[in-house]
């Protein structure tokens, strides 16, 4: 019996040391994590976003945590980021998820919706309602854990080569647009497009297209658009586009509960950091492309062009999540919580404005 005793000590000694051993090994483990985007290089905001978050990560988990970021001259699929995350080609990617509409029309919502909220309605509907479970539900099937991954804000509604006065203008024009908004615009008459990044000013230039919508000032400027394009309009398709961070799910779960948490803040951080960074960039744009390109011309769509274009919102709307219930319920969620939202943005920004401008 003493016997006993001293070889369950021994045991029980021996299995104190193994776990402390392995809790060290789990500490000192270095975790090697590869990230596509769908952007190039040098496509700031955009691509600031990831990188930030990379570097974010490496400081606070003290180089436990290091993520290679990719961007899409180097893989090559700048519209293949969720099947190379949900394969496991990646860790993480940084994209949009109304680029996958096609793939999974769910989706959609978690950019931009025509119409919709604006970055901070958007961002508290993420975070503060039913969003961030939404998302989650929505991208499960793909294995894939979803995160907010930065704002562009209200985008403007695009460069065209001549002036609309009409729904009749808009017939039988090509034009980049994508997501819903460019259900809407083919219903209107135009042949609809989605271009890479990289292809947009040559597509533009060459006559390929006859329009296109980037995002604002800040980023707009770099690629030239005005150059070839005069007519600048507002916006109304993507009141608030919210980039993704896409994240493998099994590789994610096998990360230490303080690194998965390193994670999550670095995330939240850097794409908050991208809206006012893009928010930035496009006031110091537009302070230059108004001084030195006179011949831009800022217009509003006619108010026949946006009844139109509302009409056609309404109407896809009720097509699209027939037999889709997941698809109206977060479709719903937007409504009743941009409804709510709505009153104080009205009576803080919109009120303000109006007054002081």
Known sequence: ?????????????????????????????????????????????????????????????????????????????????????????YDMGHSASYYWKGKDINLLPFTSMPFGMTAPEQYAWF????????????????????????????????????????????KGLKMRIPGFAGEIMAKLGLTVTNIAPGELYTSLERGTIDALEWVGPGMDIKMGFHKVAPYYYTGWHEPASELQFLVNKKKFNKLPADLQQILKTAIRVSAYDMYI?????????????????????????????????????????????????????????QAAFQKKAREWTKMSDYLYLKDNL
């Open 1 to 89: 019996m003493k016997m006993f005793g001293k070889t369950t000590k021994l045991l029980v000694a021996t299995a104190m040391l193994a776990g402390l051993s392995t809790a060290s090994l789990a500490k000192d483990k270095v975790y090697k994590w590869k990230l596509a985007t769908t952007w190039g290089p040098t496509l700031s905001p955009f691509i600031d976003a990831p990188k930030n978050m990379a570097r974010l990560v490496k400081e606070m988990s003290n180089g436990r945590l290091i993520i290679r970021v990719d961007a899409s001259n180097k893989h090559k699929a700048a519209f293949g980021i969720l099947d190379m995350v949900k394969g496991g080609q």
């Open 127 to 170: 975070y503060y309602g039913e969003g961030m479970d939404l998302m989650q539900k929505a991208y499960s099937k793909h294995k894939v854990l979803s995160f907010p991954g930065g704002n562009t804000g209200n985008q403007m509604g695009g460069w065209f080569r001549k002036e609309i006065t009409s729904v009749d203008d808009l």
């Open 277 to 333: 960074q893009n928010y930035q960039m496009s006031a110091k744009a537009w302070s230059k492309m108004v001084k030195e390109y006179p011949n831009i011309k800022i217009k509003t769509f006619p108010k026949s062009v946006m009844t139109a274009m509302k009409k056609a919102n309404k109407d896809l709307l009720v097509e699209k999540t027939q037999g889709k219930p997941l698809l109206k319920e977060i479709l719903d969620s």
